[in-house]
């Protein structure tokens, strides 16, 4: 088995993230389609700067590839970065880089597994996110897993002779109430 399951959903299952799995990060954080909704187009990254940023995740981040459950495909990734114990705050990355897979509802299952994980594992309080003004997509999504938004940067971040603006998002522990890990057994 190439992918070792943490937490099961109903079309795909997050895993833990594999440095076999670098190069294909790689192309997607070189491709526009992904690097210019996730800010990070003038990056350059590659294949020894992935795996090596791979090797030196924190312990305490939660990491995931996003893998279809038919057919065992990454499709993606998101992840819990800068988790504060004594605050009990995180903060949530995701994106789909397999195009073929994206606006099917894979996203809202991923980040739906990972909030269950945060606030009924991790005993996290608040998640929060950062995404572009123009990810039109990306907001509906988070709109539809609880998220609301709590503020702008305006004009924070410069892509293809344009600044935009970055807009804030958070989610309290109260406000998700639902159950979407399969796999947990209480």
């Given amino acids: 088995m190439k ?8 079309n795909i299952y997050l895993a833990l993230r594999s440095l076999d ?7 997607w954080l070189n491709d526009f389609n992904v690097s210019d ?3 990070r187009s003038s990056q350059v990254f ?4 992935e795996k090596k940023y791979l090797e030196q995740q924190s312990e305490d981040d939660c990491a995931f590839g996003i893998v279809t459950l038919n057919g065992d495909r990454l499709i993606g990734t998101i992840d819990l970065q800068n988790i504060d114990k004594i605050n ?4 949530l990355g995701i994106f789909i880089g397999d195009q073929e897979y994206r606006e099917k509802g894979l996203g809202t299952e991923a980040i739906r597994l990972l909030l269950d994980f945060g606030f009924n594992y991790l005993n996290l309080h608040s998640i929060k996110l950062d ?8 907001y509906k999504c988070y709109t539809k897993c609880g998220f609301k938004e709590i ?30 890990i399969r796999n947990k057994i209480i």
């Fill in 3 to 10: 992918y070792i399951k943490k937490l099961i959903g109903e």
């Fill in 21 to 27: 799995d670098a190069e294909q990060y790689t192309i």
């Fill in 37 to 39: 909704y996730i800010g």
């Fill in 46 to 49: 590659s294949v020894e700067a």
């Fill in 88 to 91: 009990r705050t995180a903060v």
């Fill in 131 to 138: 995404l572009m003004e123009f990810n039109e997509r990306a």
């Fill in 151 to 180: 503020g702008r940067r305006r004009e924070c971040k410069y892509i293809n002779g344009k600044y935009y603006d970055s807009i804030s998002m958070d989610i309290l522990k109260d406000e998700f109430t639902e159950s979407y």
